[in-house]
């Protein structure tokens, strides 16, 4: 084996020198870039965790508005069940209420002509009976027909003015009154006081109090009484209209099937 000399160690030296500071200087550059290719996957990771969590974030928030709108869909679905039986029970009621405006109807088409058969038949009545209150009772006839042809005036309140009026003429016959009025003696009237006892007696008294008189409903005329009963007709005047106490008193009356 050949001895190396001096100078080639000293080159070998040198080169393995220049050698080694080649390589250091190629592992730094390769530190350096391997460095930054660190600092590029760590920037790049965080920017996709930040998306993942800004994913996440939004993800959460699709969720919540997902349960929310599924509550409130429930809710708006319990509510509608509720709106449609509501609108079901008023549809039924706007059906049974179509049916009783029909029966209505129909219950018209036989109430009026009767309405209208009571007034005659009341009227009739009036003409025949006792003529206490007379033209007060006419009056009331007269106002009937006018609201019975009188389009603001409702059926049944039509109906309910005749029924009063049909109560009203059942009192005359059980309520003991006085009043003031023009009694027609065939050829002459005169203002004279009335007073009837139901429909037993009506009798009348001028107003001096001299002449007194008794109707009688089947002559349908008036007949002049005698003198003893001109003090108890004017008692019982004043007994009607309260300013004596109510008494015995002594009143003409024309017994059943009397002459």
Same mark, same amino acid.
């Given at each position: 084996m050949s001895k190396v000399s /001096?100078?080639?160690?000293? +080159?070998?030296? =040198?080169? $393995? +020198? #220049? +050698?080694?500071?080649?390589?250091?200087?190629? +592992?730094a550059d390769a530190l350096t870039d391997l460095q930054k290719a660190e600092a590029k996957i760590f920037k790049a990771s965080a920017k996709s965790q930040a998306k993942i969590n800004t994913i996440y974030e939004q993800t959460q928030d699709l969720l919540g508005e997902y349960r929310n709108t599924i509550d409130e869909a429930d809710v708006l679905r319990g509510y509608n069940d509720h709106v449609q039986r509501m609108v079901d029970d008023q549809k039924a009621n706007i059906v049974s209420l179509q049916k009783q405006i029909d029966g209505i109807d129909k219950i018209k088409q036989g109430v009026v002509p009767l309405m209208y058969k009571m007034i005659d038949s009341l009227e009739k009545f009036i003409e025949l009976d006792v003529p206490m209150n007379i033209d007060r009772r006419k009056e009331r006839v007269a106002n009937l027909r006018n609201v019975m042809d009188d389009s603001n005036v409702t059926v049944s309140e039509q109906f309910r003015l005749v029924l009063e009026a049909y109560e009203?003429?059942?009192?005359? $016959? &059980?309520?003991?009154?006085?009043?003031?009025g023009e009694i027609d003696l065939g050829g002459r009237t005169l203002t004279a006081d009335f007073v009837h006892m139901g429909r037993i007696a009506l009798v009348a008294q001028?107003?001096?109090? /001299?002449?007194? %008189?008794? %109707?009688?409903?089947?002559?349908?005329? %008036?007949?002049?009484? $005698?003198?003893?009963?001109?003090? !108890?007709? &004017?008692? *019982?005047?004043? =007994?009607?209209? /309260?300013? #004596? !106490? !109510?008494? #015995? &008193?002594?009143? !003409?009356?024309? *017994?059943?099937? *009397?002459?």
């Amino acid at each position: 084996m050949s001895k190396v000399s /001096k100078k080639s160690l000293i +080159a070998s030296a =040198m080169v $393995g +020198a #220049l +050698a080694l500071t080649a390589s250091n200087f190629a +592992a730094a550059d390769a530190l350096t870039d391997l460095q930054k290719a660190e600092a590029k996957i760590f920037k790049a990771s965080a920017k996709s965790q930040a998306k993942i969590n800004t994913i996440y974030e939004q993800t959460q928030d699709l969720l919540g508005e997902y349960r929310n709108t599924i509550d409130e869909a429930d809710v708006l679905r319990g509510y509608n069940d509720h709106v449609q039986r509501m609108v079901d029970d008023q549809k039924a009621n706007i059906v049974s209420l179509q049916k009783q405006i029909d029966g209505i109807d129909k219950i018209k088409q036989g109430v009026v002509p009767l309405m209208y058969k009571m007034i005659d038949s009341l009227e009739k009545f009036i003409e025949l009976d006792v003529p206490m209150n007379i033209d007060r009772r006419k009056e009331r006839v007269a106002n009937l027909r006018n609201v019975m042809d009188d389009s603001n005036v409702t059926v049944s309140e039509q109906f309910r003015l005749v029924l009063e009026a049909y109560e009203i003429e059942a009192g005359y $016959g &059980t309520i003991f009154d006085a009043y003031q009025g023009e009694i027609d003696l065939g050829g002459r009237t005169l203002t004279a006081d009335f007073v009837h006892m139901g429909r037993i007696a009506l009798v009348a008294q001028s107003l001096d109090a /001299k002449h007194s %008189w008794l %109707w009688n409903n089947e002559t349908r005329s %008036w007949e002049e009484l $005698g003198d003893e009963y001109l003090k !108890p007709i &004017t008692d *019982a005047i004043r =007994m009607a209209r /309260k300013q #004596l !106490p !109510p008494d #015995l &008193t002594k009143l !003409p009356v024309f *017994a059943a099937g *009397a002459k």
